[in-house]
């Protein structure tokens, strides 16, 4: 089992940068299938981005070329660089944690394990 806390969200302008950290607990984080997904208000939760346990990274498209994802594990925490911040890209930003294989790791069902979110603002 693995417990995530989310930290590193704030208010920020439009063009502003963030990184969000993960700090998980709990044994061989570095076998977990990681991810970001973000929900705005009235909206669904959607995927953001993804970090395998090999990690290598892929993204969503509304994303791509502005946000980069890493892992640490020795620290046992995952990471989201976000750059040029977009008023879009406000929401509740939540870590994700998988093991083992599933067909889709962009879908939130993929997950077992979920932080309690941190939120995002961005200002025009």
């Known amino acids: 089992q693995v417990q995530l806390v989310e930290s590193g969200g704030g208010l920020v302008q439009a063009g502003a940068s963030l990184r969000l950290s993960c700090a998980a607990s709990g044994r061989a984080f570095n076998t977990y299938h990681m991810a970001w997904f973000r929900q705005a208000p009235g909206k669904e939760r959607e995927f953001v981005a993804g970090?395998?346990?090999?990690?290598?990274?892929y993204y969503a498209d509304s994303v791509k070329g502005r946000f980069s994802g890493s892992r640490d594990n020795a620290k046992n925490t995952l990471y989201l660089q976000m750059d040029s911040l977009k008023p879009e890209d406000t929401a509740v930003y939540y870590c994700a944690a998988r093991l083992g294989h599933y067909t889709d790791l962009r879908q939130a069902q993929a997950y077992e394990y979920w932080g309690q979110g941190t939120q995002v603002t961005v200002s025009s």
């Open positions: 970090i395998r346990w090999s990690g290598s990274t």
